[in-house]
C-alpha cells in the first residue's frame, strides 16, 4: 500500500464550480497536512497547511484533516481559470514531506 | 515575502559530467531538502539536512550524489556522474523546524545529454 495516494486526475470543472480535492494515506502517525499548487515546470506552492485533525479555511481554500479515517481534502471555492494546475497533498514523515502524485485541476471558462 | 532561490534554472550537461546545483534557503529556516520530479511524475524525496549532515535520504540518492551547506547561506547538491535518467526537475525546500510546512524553490531543470 502506498503511503500517500492521490487521484491523478484530470478533473475538468466549469469556472465558478466547486471544486474537491483527496488524499488518502496509511500511516497514522502523520501529524501535518499540506497541500501545494504547482504549474507546469515550476515549484510546489504552499496553499495550505493543518496540523491534527479539522478544517482550515483561507479565501476561496479550505482544507479538512480526517486523521480516523486517513483522508484530508481540499475544496476549491468559485474556481477560476487561473486556479487551472497540479495540486498536490503532502504529509510530514519523520525527516521529511511524502508526496502524492498530484491531481491535474483544469477550470473552463 | 521570504523564499527559496535556486540557481541556475536550467543546466544542460554532458553524460558523466559533475553538475552542482545551488540553493538558497529561507534565511531563518534550519531544514533543508532536495526533491526530484521527472517530466510528468511525482514530487520524490531525495535527503534532508540538519545541524550539517543528513538526517535521511531515499533509495535515488546514491553515492553519486552528496549535499552540502558549505557556508551559513547556500545548500548545494552535486551529482558526480551525471545519467541520461538523472534528467528531471530538482527541487529545494527548506522548513524552519521539523514540524512546520516546506516552501519550495522553483527548481532546475537539468538536461543529461
Known amino acids: 500500500q502506498k503511503e500517500v495516494e492521490q487521484d491523478p486526475g484530470p478533473l475538468s470543472v466549469p469556472e465558478g464550480a466547486i471544486v474537491s480535492l483527496n488524499c488518502t494515506y496509511s500511516n497514522s502517525a502523520f501529524q501535518y497536512f499540506m497541500w501545494y499548487r504547482q504549474y507546469s515546470r515550476k515549484g510546489p506552492e504552499l496553499l495550505m497547511y493543518t496540523y491534527s485533525s479539522g478544517n482550515k479555511e483561507d479565501g476561496r481554500f479550505t482544507a479538512q484533516v480526517d486523521k480516523s479515517s486517513k483522508y484530508i481534502s481540499l475544496f476549491i471555492r468559485d474556481s477560476q481559470p487561473s486556479d487551472s494546475a497540479t495540486y498536490l497533498c503532502a504529509m510530514r514523515g519523520t525527516y521529511k514531506y511524502i508526496f502524492g502524485t498530484g491531481t491535474r485541476l483544469k477550470v473552463l471558462a | 515575502e521570504p523564499e527559496v532561490t535556486q540557481t541556475p534554472s536550467h543546466q544542460v550537461t554532458q553524460m558523466g559530467q559533475e553538475v552542482i546545483l545551488r540553493c538558497v534557503p529561507i534565511?531563518?529556516?534550519?531544514?533543508f531538502y532536495w526533491y526530484r520530479q521527472i517530466l510528468g511524475q511525482k514530487v520524490e524525496f531525495l535527503v534532508s539536512f540538519y545541524n550539517n549532515e543528513i538526517s535521511e535520504k531515499s533509495e535515488i540518492f546514491d553515492d553519486q550524489f552528496s549535499v552540502e551547506r558549505p557556508d551559513g547561506s547556500n545548500f548545494t547538491l552535486k551529482i558526480r556522474s551525471t545519467k541520461l535518467e538523472d534528467s528531471a526537475m530538482y527541487f529545494c525546500?527548506?522548513?524552519?523546524?521539523?514540524?512546520?510546512?516546506?516552501?519550495f524553490g522553483q527548481g532546475t531543470r537539468l538536461t543529461v545529454v
Open positions: 534565511s531563518n529556516h534550519l531544514y
Open positions: 525546500a527548506s522548513s524552519e523546524s521539523g514540524s512546520t510546512e516546506a516552501f
